[in-house]
């Protein structure tokens, strides 16, 4: 019997999960095709760390290790959801409600003195940031749009703001004293093992050791210099004061979870720097980070004595009120750019702002001009291209545009740029060396306290594998095929040499492959798009990441309606199911409204992959069946209009669930496996005779508070309750369980 593992995440994608899972292991059943549940939430992960301290009952399996052994192998199907990409604010708003709830876990320490206190931040840290991606990614990602999407996306455009050459939206990035312009890069002849140390007036300080690296590995390392990042930051203050422009940051605080909320409490810092002047000690004694953001330190605030507290937050307001105008994540609320490192991520916030005329919103709602904020260099350029490639042609046409697919090295935890244990902020001044067994020193840097080091690892399996993948993909799509890799960059020069030497295992003969920087790639891509004229951009994993959201909320509105394969290496498949990026909005209407516009479009797409990887390699022929007829179903109920709305009182993701079960059963109602029709006929005829009832119950369960039990760890009768509201859709699907 062939399994797939569904993954339990986190938000709107976890609610998402009590209505739809219940068809899906219904309809799988049908074709002695098992689905399971492995719990790769916040919340899994973090009660994970601590079985020690919990009662029997309270215990839960390492799910996230179990499934990332089950990656590498033949049988491996598994179905994953975006999950939390944990800043410091969620980890410690998650362990509150866990507490809450009565699990004996420890607080989080901020600042570790015992070893007892600094082994519980070591677990903590383990699950912070981009924690579940590279446990599962043991293959390469092949991530585009589904001619369905598509064809929908052409038909109904998503709205696109207009440009003006009036525009005065740009990008600012360092471009020198930045990760971009201190890199260097090594290929390991041989396997060895590295030392990371810092040298200075005493003895050597080892940073990391027992680092084991394989022959034909690349090795990366850089620096940023934290006084050329804070001289920067307070010049972009002043240059969005005076040019009148909002102010915003772009980072990855989830990804690079080490660096970028360091970055992000410089940028407040920079911000606010009469705040810190005047009130930094005592904010730093009271445990308030600017790392955590703005939002944490006003929360903070509310905890000490009016006469601490009441001048600090005077100070704020005061900064806030005197600065440049502020981009807000929030403007109802307050909340802006600065309040959670988590809140404005690059890879959905940049395509977000150039999708709407290349503004951002301020304190009164409006939209307004941007200077957006990218300290590191390396790929800023890409989103200054396409800003620019707008102001000068405007804005895209989705009825028209090409679309621009991407192969990503990812495999293996490769390029985990500042989200691992090999970045580190540097306790005093010195060089950092990385030392091979030989004591032969490889690489080094002369760093100052306080400034950003980090290295990485990428090994040589998965480049071959990543350039397979990209020949591969060429020649089905008939497109060029771009790698996006600077000659001129240290790490990129080493990877050039490998894609060249194994495009050469591969007959490439009439494919059209090419070598560009980023930002010639970019507008190489942007000219084919005006052109109607389809690419596929083979990146990087960080790239990987910005392109796939990217190009995809341009040309579908959103990154989730992207079908995104993982082949893994070992044979075995990983189907993704898209972004989860606006998840906590969504959540937190269902709790004011009982109304989850969740669309899960990418379960979707990402199951009938998962079928079809049944269906070959479990040679299941009604798995193949339920696979593409799973595909028609999906195709109608874009047609048909039966995606979620955002508003109250009209079809949500329950609503959309019950038309996707009610349009695959027609269709396998009609397949040719005998059996399958059998079996679907009366399922479809009662969904057909009963959407009437079934409607008119779902839409009533809207309008009111919900009650789910908790945001990260929700109580699981309360949601089963307010995601399956429909007792006559419940009962057919029910039934049909029970009946295969």
Not at 461 to 481: F, N, Q
Not at 716 to 731: G, H, I
């Amino acid at each position: 019997m062939a399994t797939i593992s569904w993954t339990r995440t986190d938000e709107a994608p976890l609610l998402a999960t009590y209505s739809f899972k219940p068809v899906v292991e219904a309809f799988a059943a049908t074709a002695d095709i098992g689905v399971e549940t492995r719990d790769i939430s916040l919340a899994g992960r973090i009660l994970a760390l601590f079985p020690e301290r919990l009662a029997d009952d309270q215990k839960v399996e390492d799910a996230l290790s179990n499934l990332g052994e089950l990656a590498t192998t033949p049988e491996a199907n598994i179905i994953k959801l975006p999950n939390i990409s944990a800043s410091v604010p969620q980890l410690k708003e998650a362990i509150t409600e866990l507490q809450g709830q009565g699990y004996d876990i420890p607080d989080y320490p901020e600042d570790p003195q015992s070893d007892e206190e600094k082994a519980v931040r070591a677990k903590y840290d383990s699950v912070k940031g981009s924690a579940v991606n590279p446990v599962l990614r043991e293959g390469n990602s092949d991530r585009r749009a589904p001619q369905a999407v598509k064809n929908f996306a052409r038909k109904h455009p998503h709205s696109m703001g207009e440009w003006s050459k009036d525009s005065r939206t740009r990008v600012a990035t360092m471009g020198e004293d930045d990760f971009a312009s201190h890199e260097k890069s090594v290929t390991l002849e041989a396997d060895d093992t590295l030392t990371i140390r810092l040298t200075g007036a005493g003895e050597p300080t080892v940073l990391k050791e027992g680092i084991k690296v394989l022959a034909g590995e690349v090795v990366d390392a850089t620096f940023l210099d934290v006084k050329a990042l804070n001289k920067f930051l307070a010049e972009q203050v002043e240059a969005a004061k005076s040019e009148d422009l909002l102010f915003s940051v772009h980072l990855k605080a989830t990804m690079m979870k080490v660096s970028d909320p360091i970055i992000f409490g410089h940028a407040v810092r920079a911000f606010l720097p009469q705040v810190f002047a005047e009130h930094g000690a005592a904010l730093e004694s009271a445990g308030l980070s600017p790392n955590d953001g703005l939002g944490a330190i006003l929360s903070g605030l509310e905890k000490l004595p009016a006469e601490q507290a009441d001048p600090i937050r005077e100070a704020i307001e005061k900064g806030l009120d005197e600065g440049p105008d502020l981009a807000m994540v929030n403007s109802h609320k307050g909340i802006t750019n600065l309040h959670v490192p988590s809140d404005v991520i690059i890879d959905a916030s940049m395509p977000a702002m150039i999708r709407t005329s290349g503004q951002m919103w301020n304190k009164d709602d409006q939209q307004q001009d941007t200077l957006a904020v990218i300290p590191d260099s390396s790929y800023a350029g890409v989103y200054q291209t396409v800003i620019e490639d707008c102001q000068e042609h405007g804005a895209y046409d989705p009825t028209t545009m090409g679309s621009v697919a991407n192969v990503g090295l990812m495999a293996k935890k490769a390029e985990e740029y500042g989200s691992h244990d090999k970045t580190f902020e540097i306790p005093a001044d010195g060089t950092v060396e990385v030392v091979n067994s030989a004591g032969e020193v490889l690489m080094s840097h002369k760093v100052s306290a306080g400034d950003i080091w980090r290295a990485c690892q990428t090994k040589d399996e998965p480049i071959r594998d990543w350039v397979k993948l990209a020949v591969t993909r060429a020649r089905a799509a008939g497109t060029p095929a771009v790698f996006w890799l600077d000659a001129n960059r240290a790490h990129d020069a080493q990877l050039i040499a490998k894609v060249e030497k194994y495009l050469k295992e591969h007959d490439t003969e009439g494919l059209d492959i090419r070598i560009m920087s980023p930002e010639e790639a970019t507008q190489f891509s942007l000219d084919r798009i005006r052109a109607g004229e389809d690419t596929i951009s083979v990146t990087g994993n960080v790239l990987r990441d910005y392109n796939t959201d990217l190009f995809p909320i341009l040309e579908l509105g959103t990154s989730a309606k992207m079908l995104s394969v993982v082949p893994l290496m070992n044979g075995g498949g990983l189907f993704e199911t898209g972004a989860g990026g606006s998840a906590p909005k969504h959540v937190d209407q269902v709790v004011e409204e009982n109304h989850l516009r969740w669309d899960s479009l990418g379960e979707f797409l990402a199951l009938a992959e998962s079928l079809d990887h049944v269906a070959s390699h479990e040679d299941n022929p009604k798995a193949q069946a339920l696979a593409d007829a799973l595909g028609r179903a999906t195709e109608t109920l874009l047609n048909e209009g039966r995606s979620p709305s955002r508003k109250v009182g009209e079809i949500d993701n329950r609503g959309s669930h019950f038309y996707l079960a009610l349009y695959w059963a027609r269709e396998l109602a009609q397949s040719e496996d005998t059996e399958l029709a059998g079996v679907f006929g009366p399922v479809a005829q009662e969904l057909s005779d009963k959407e009437e009832t079934i409607t008119g119950e779902l839409l009533a369960a809207q309008g009111s508070p919900a009650d789910l039990g908790g945001y990260y760890h929700p109580d699981e009768e309360k949601v089963t309750s307010v995601m399956r509201p429909s007792q006559t859709f419940n009962a057919i699907i029910d039934g049909l369980r029970k009946m295969a």
